[in-house]
Antibody, heavy 118, light 107 residues
Framework: QVQLQESGPGVVKPSETLSLTCSVSNVSIGSYYWSWVRQPPGKRLEWLGY???????NFNPSLKSRVTMSIDTSRNQFSLNLTSVTAADTAVYYC????????????WGQGTLVTVSS | DTQMTQSPSTLSASVGDRVTITCRASQSIGRWVAWYQKKPGKAPNLLIYQASSSETGVPSRFNGSGSGAVFALTISSLQPDDSATYYCQQYNTYPLTFGQGTEVEIK
């Protein structure tokens, strides 16, 4: 069974960069599409984007140029960087994986709360 | 962006009841819809993809239907373990978008 676990700081200051890592177990990082999804308090889930084999990415245009994603094959991890954060970026962040495509996710992490606050 | 609107936002039903959650897209999206179950503090769980295809291991009481702009998730016989929030998601166009969720409560 594929297992995902998010890690990273729980608090990030405004204007700084939010960085999260997702550790993947029981599957090779190169065989899935890896996504990030977030849920701000009281709001619906928001898709942030996906990365596949470190060479293919697709990001939500609402994030403009603030988001990057990367894969560390040696550690079987993938990461999210979101720059210039504001309070609107406060959310539970989920990493997720799709075995067939980046369209939907058949495995998810439990989520990690990131609060943007000074 | 394609907007996804679920109804109802909450529902309360008894064990054994048949319950249906509806998801409407702001434009026609073919059959490109997935459904997830989310319990507090746990990872979301994929139930249905391509409108009606069941993910491996999902109990047979969960069924998806619909095409175009209207979709439904039906639980044929509600069980206590089904208490959760359910989300639809479209993947016809980017960005991928989700419904606002339907909270299912067991009476």
């Amino acid at each position: 069974q594929v297992q995902l676990q998010e890690s990273g700081p729980g608090v990030v200051k405004p204007s700084e960069t939010l960085s999260l890592t997702c550790s993947v177990s029981n599957v090779s990082i190169g065989s899935y599409y890896w996504s990030w999804v977030r849920q701000p308090p009281g709001k619906r889930l928001e898709w942030l984007g996906y990365i596949y084999k470190a060479e293919t990415t697709n990001f939500n245009p609402s994030l403009k140029s603030r988001v990057t994603m990367s894969i560390d094959t040696s550690r079987n991890q993938f990461s999210l960087n979101l720059t210039s954060v504001t309070a609107a970026d406060t959310a539970v962040y989920y990493c997720a994986g799709g075995s067939k495509s980046g369209w939907y996710a058949d495995c998810w992490g439990q989520g990690t709360l990131v609060t943007v606050s000074s | 962006d394609t907007q996804m609107t679920q109804s109802p936002s909450t529902l309360s039903a008894s064990v054994g009841d048949r319950v249906t959650i509806t998801c409407r897209a702001s434009q026609s999206i073919g059959r490109w819809v997935a459904w997830y179950q989310k319990k507090p503090g746990k990872a979301p769980n994929l139930l249905i993809y391509q409108a009606s295809s069941s993910e491996t291991g999902v109990p047979s009481r969960f069924n998806g239907s619909g095409s175009g702009a209207v979709f439904a998730l039906t639980i044929s016989s509600l069980q206590p373990d089904d208490s959760a929030t359910y989300y639809c998601q479209q993947y016809n166009t980017y960005p991928l978008t989700f419904g606002q969720g339907t909270e299912v409560e067991i009476k």
